[in-house]
T-cell receptor
Framework: GAGVSQSPRYKVAKRGQDVALRCDPI?????LFWYQQALGQGPEFLTY????????KSGLPSDRFFAERPEGSVSTLKIQRTQQEDSAVYLC??????????????FGPGTRLLVL | GNSVTQMEGPVTLSEEAFLTINCTYT??????LFWYVQYPGEGLQLLLK?????DKGSNKGFEATYRKETTSFHLEKGSVQVSDSAVYFC?????????FGQGTRLTINP
């Protein structure tokens, strides 16, 4: 079946501009995660949804970052007033819950954001 | 908090060489452990996983054993191929989120 898809794949923004990044999870996957991957680093957790509920947003770096998943499927990560330090690859992952927390997260191809 | 430390790269080997990429972790409780791989121009793909102590994950000739006593999950392959060139990430999962190491870039020369 189809995997996790993300759009756009590449985004160039001017500093101060707002951007919106979209994630389509695997159909039926209840859990959805956003990660930020800086150049040459491992991904870092931003936020987590179970269905439409945002259960953990502890990784969002500032109040300029906002994520939503209103119908429990597609999710949007919005960054307001972008700064150069926001330049990174933004990864989305989805999973089905399993007993004991042993589920596997499946990742999309990412959106590469460059803020000039 | 939870953390993962990976062997620093880059690592360069010749084809058919033996590969080890070290990974150690710090965690509360009993996390699941993962190796993800990122091929050039592609997204993160799950390579293998282990969910409890002494479990061995394996896939595509790669193996890693969950060692609770040494808090390690080292990745090994007996004979690497040029197509194994990629960035490898060790990760752990406690409750929900994944915590990743910094990644190890592997290059295999023919």
């Amino acid at each position: 079946g189809a995997g996790v898809s993300q759009s756009p794949r590449y985004k160039v923004a001017k500093r101060g501009q707002d951007v919106a990044l979209r994630c389509d999870p695997i159909s039926g996957h209840v859990s959805l995660f956003w990660y930020q991957q800086a150049l040459g680093q491992g991904p870092e957790f931003l936020t987590y949804f179970q269905n439409e509920a945002q259960l953990d947003k502890s990784g969002l770096p500032s109040d300029r970052f906002f994520a939503e998943r209103p119908e429990g499927s597609v999710s949007t990560l919005k960054i307001q007033r972008t700064q150069q330090e926001d330049s990174a690859v933004y990864l989305c992952a989805s999973s089905l819950p399993r007993r004991g927390g042993r589920e596997t997260q499946y990742f999309g191809p990412g959106t590469r954001l460059l803020v000039l | 908090g939870n953390s993962v430390t990976q062997m620093e790269g880059p690592v360069t080997l010749s084809e058919e060489a033996f590969l080890t990429i070290n990974c150690t972790y710090t965690a509360t409780g009993y996390p699941s452990l993962f190796w993800y791989v990122q091929y050039p121009g592609e997204g993160l793909q799950l390579l293998l996983k282990a969910t409890k102590a002494d479990d061995k994950g394996s896939n595509k000739g790669f193996e890693a054993t969950y060692r609770k006593e040494t808090t390690s999950f080292h990745l090994e392959k007996g004979s690497v191929q040029v197509s194994d060139s990629a960035v490898y990430f060790c990760a752990l999962k406690g409750a929900q989120k994944l915590v990743f190491g910094q990644g190890t870039r592997l290059t295999i020369n023919p």
